[in-house]
């Protein structure tokens, strides 16, 4: 049952996120979340960019 829990804890949030990026949620406190997770897949993508870059030259 926590696992199920758990799963559905996850799934809430990304429909949240999900909801965010399409403009759809009003409230502050989760607006500010989702911009930070935002903020983070931007880093991410540009890590993943660099790791790329430097398997190209070995």
Do not use: A, P
Request: negative net charge; charged residues 55%.
């Amino acid at each position: 049952m926590k696992r199920s829990n758990e799963r559905d804890f996850k799934d809430i949030g990304r429909m949240v996120y999900e909801k965010f990026r399409k403009g759809e949620v009003d409230d502050t406190e989760y607006i500010s979340l989702c911009e930070e997770i935002e903020k983070r897949e931007e880093e991410i993508e540009k890590q993943e960019e660099q790791i790329v870059k430097i398997k190209e030259e070995i």
